[in-house]
């Protein structure tokens, strides 16, 4: 019997259709693909490398590396976020489309931010503080107080020179990274100094103070000093005693150990009484018969105690008319020098007269100094013709007014001798002289002390 009738053909077509419909699947889902992203990160404005931002992507995390490279590897195809942070810059996002290898460069706004720093500046190896110092960071820059203190205001967020000036000091200089308010102190170069303070007849001297710039130390007894703080650089040392001169010294301070050995000096004023004078050196009368002579006219040097530098003029009527006139002079003996001083430590030697009482008007006088050599003296030892030469006129037109004293710069004497100086005086006028016009001292012999020639020799030893 056929296994098919006449209307197989429909249970065919009826069975594949059943079979069909019973193994047709459902819609298929594509397979899942993947990519990379890498880039830069770099400022907008400069396009400096950004070292050290975080990056973050499809929940991954990468710290840029010195390079400012970044790098993500395996991120699914398709669209994500991309976050990049980094402190004093703006948060920088952005909508990735992800396909294969995707480069994507980033550039980040820098965040104006401000912050402060303060602190203060010494010498380094101690809390030595160093005042009047420029400190200078960025645009900003504050000059030290007397605690070597400072405070720059609004600095701007970055990393900056850090330096500090100060004259005759070595420079500091350093770097700063500025992420929040900041104090720091500042060392300035320093290194030791020291020696020992000595006076060339005491010997060594104590408690001297030594002073470089804010360094400052005091000599012991045996005159030694150390300050282990100098500054480095060209300064001046003030050296000071009460009892001394006070002395300065240029030094350069380096790095290594520095000495100096300050030999100090003593001033001194002596005031030395004259004792050597003479009433009448000599006096030039020739020609003049009726000049008056030594002795009579007013007494004319009569006086033991006075000193009298007299000018006369006389004219005849002519023609040819003659004119006469006479000067005088003394001479005056000056003691020795102090057994300390030379004429190569001293600042000045000055000749003093005391006006006499009976000088009760005002004069003008011109006097010239003459170097006399010799202590003895007497009336004969000089004369017009043989006398010394004149010097230049120390005081020319000098007024001379009652109760005043002449003074007379006499150090130039000391230099060529041994032996006291002896100083000549004369008076010279031009013109006419009616009445005689005269000029009178208290000599050694004076009743009065205090009104007695004497000189006056600053030195130091």
């Given at each position: 019997m056929p296994l098919l009738k006449h209307d197989t053909p429909w249970v065919v077509l009826t069975l594949l259709v059943t079979i069909l419909s019973g193994c047709t699947p459902g819609p298929v889902d594509p397979v899942q693909q993947y990519g990379d992203?890498?880039?830069?990160?770099?400022?907008?404005?400069?396009?400096?490398?950004i070292p050290g931002a975080v990056v973050v992507c499809s929940g991954q995390t990468y710290s840029v590396s010195r390079s400012g490279i970044y790098i993500f590897k395996e991120i699914p195809e398709g669209y994500h976020v991309l976050t990049v942070e980094k402190a004093g810059f703006d948060e920088y996002t952005a909508l990735i489309h992800v396909l294969d290898n995707t480069v994507h460069n980033v550039y980040m706004t820098r965040v104006v931010e401000y912050r402060d720093i303060s602190g203060h500046v010494y010498l380094d190896n101690s809390i030595i503080p160093v005042p009047d110092a420029v400190v200078v960071c960025g645009s900003v820059y504050d000059t030290t107080a007397t605690d070597g203190g400072f405070h720059l205001p609004n600095v701007l967020v970055d990393t900056h020179g850090l330096f500090v000036f100060k004259n005759h000091y070595v420079s500091y200089e350093s770097r700063?990274?500025?992420?929040?308010?900041?104090?720091?102190?500042?060392?300035?170069?320093?290194?030791?100094?020291?020696?020992?303070?000595?006076?060339?007849?005491?010997?060594?001297?104590?408690?001297?103070?030594?002073?470089?710039?804010?360094?400052?130390?005091?000599?012991?007894?045996?005159?030694?000093?150390?300050?282990?703080?100098a500054p480095r650089g060209t300064h001046t040392v003030v050296i000071t005693h009460p009892d001394y001169d006070s002395l300065t010294h240029q030094i350069t301070i380096v790095a290594t150990e520095n000495r100096l050995d300050?030999?100090?000096?003593?001033?001194?004023?002596?005031?030395l009484p004259v004792v050597e004078d003479a009433s009448i050196a000599d006096s030039d009368l020739d020609g003049c018969l009726d000049c008056p002579a030594w002795g009579d006219a007013d007494d004319n040097f009569g006086d033991s105690e006075l000193l009298k530098l007299e000018y006369f003029l006389r004219s005849e009527i002519g023609p040819p008319r003659v004119t006469y006139d006479a000067r005088t002079r003394f001479l005056i003996g000056l003691p020795p020098l102090p057994e300390n001083a030379g004429y190569e430590n001293m600042s000045g030697v000055r000749l003093v007269l005391y006006l006499a009482s009976e000088q009760v008007r005002t004069e003008y006088v011109s006097v010239r100094t003459v170097k006399q050599g010799g202590p003895d003296w007497t009336e004969n030892s000089v004369t017009w013709s043989d006398g010394p030469e004149y010097s230049a006129l120390p005081y020319a037109a000098t007024l001379i007014q009652p109760g005043q004293q002449l003074e007379v710069e006499v150090m130039p004497l000391y230099d060529t001798s041994d032996e006291p100086p002896g100083l000549l005086l004369q008076k010279e006028e031009l013109g006419e002289a009616d009445p005689p016009q005269r000029l009178s001292f208290w000599s050694s012999e004076a009743g009065v002390e205090n009104q007695r020639p004497v000189v006056i020799v600053r030195y130091s030893y």
């Open positions: 992203i890498s880039g830069y990160i770099r400022t907008s404005e400069s396009h400096k490398v700063i990274t500025l992420e929040s308010d900041t104090t720091v102190d500042i060392f300035m170069a320093s290194a030791p100094m020291g020696g020992v303070v000595t006076h060339r007849v005491d010997g060594a001297v104590a408690d001297v103070r030594i002073e470089v710039a804010e360094g400052v130390a005091y000599s012991a007894g045996d005159g030694y000093y150390r300050l282990p703080a300050p030999v100090l000096t003593r001033s001194i004023c002596d005031t």
